[in-house]
């Protein structure tokens, strides 16, 4: 079975969307770790972001889900985020899923976390709305 798959962009679009959704990635991921409220405040959807958390205890394996909105994360941002973290482990790697007209789903790696990231398109400017992750374990 063959199964081809036609973009609704052109190929130049198709890269300019790719670059403007990486850097709402990092805007999102270096935010965070520069303790950056203006990068982040940029990256999200004040009104739809929501962002949760997968944790598992691990003596109890009682799973929780943890849930913030954009005022939240861009409130811990302000205080620091993860500010302190080692610079010399960080490490952050932003791989595109797929891209639909105006969406997009985004796995963002970064020296603690894998974030899964649904963005979408808002008058031109591509914002984070959808955030899933876990902690990274080496």
């Given at each position: 079975m063959v199964v081809l798959i036609f973009s609704i962009f052109v190929l130049g679009d198709i890269e300019n969307e790719k670059a403007a959704i990486k850097n709402t990635t990092l805007d999102y991921l270096e935010g965070w770790y520069d303790g950056d409220a203006e990068r982040m405040e940029r990256a999200l959807h004040p009104e739809f972001f929501t962002k949760r958390g997968i944790l598992i205890h691990p003596n109890t394996g009682e799973m929780?889900?943890?849930h913030l909105n954009a005022e939240m994360m861009i409130g811990y941002v302000k205080q620091g985020?993860?500010?302190s973290f080692p610079r010399?482990?960080?490490k952050n790697e932003v791989i595109i899923l797929d891209i639909y007209k105006n969406?997009?789903?985004?796995?963002?790696?970064?020296?603690?976390?894998?974030?899964?990231?649904h963005l979408a398109k808002?008058?031109?400017k591509w914002m984070i709305?959808?955030?899933l992750w876990e902690l990274k374990t080496e």
């Open positions: 929780a889900t943890p985020g993860g500010k010399e482990k960080l969406t997009a789903s985004v796995k963002a790696i970064s020296a603690q976390f894998v974030d899964y990231l808002f008058n031109g709305i959808n955030v």
